[in-house]
């Protein structure tokens, strides 16, 4: 089993910048590849980006390269997603992921295990 715990989510003005952060605990070793996603109301959970826990070769989604980036510490078992120039368009709850057996997807099913999420609310 493997426990994800979200936290950093918050409300900002356009523009800005928050960090999110996971916590992983439980059987950390088998995890594969970790992610962010993003689901805003109404919508489909969408994949932000991944990062494989071994190689640290990084995914992103098309609407975030540039603005995100995915980052790990393996010693304390966290992910992070600095987001910068942040859109109202970005606005979501947040969750980060983890997959036992693959990495590059951005595909949620993929995925085994999910934190409970954290709101991210970008006003213009």
């Known amino acids: 089993q493997v426990q994800l715990v979200e936290s950093g989510g918050g409300s900002v003005q356009a523009g800005g910048s928050l960090r999110l952060s996971c916590a992983a605990s439980g059987y950390t070793g088998s995890i594969y590849c970790m992610g962010w996603f993003r689901q805003a109301p109404g919508k489909e959970r969408e994949g932000v980006a991944a990062i494989y826990t071994v190689g640290g070769s990084t995914y992103y989604a098309g609407s975030v390269k540039g603005r995100f980036t995915i980052s790990q510490d393996n010693a304390k078992n966290t992910l992070y997603l600095q987001m910068n120039s942040l859109k109202p368009v970005d606005t979501a709850i947040y969750y980060c992921?983890?997959?036992?057996?693959?990495?590059?997807?951005?595909?949620?099913?993929?995925?085994?295990?999910w934190g409970q999420g954290t709101q991210v609310t970008v006003a213009s």
């Open positions: 992921a983890a997959d036992l057996i693959r990495c590059g997807s951005l595909y949620a099913g993929n995925y085994n295990y």
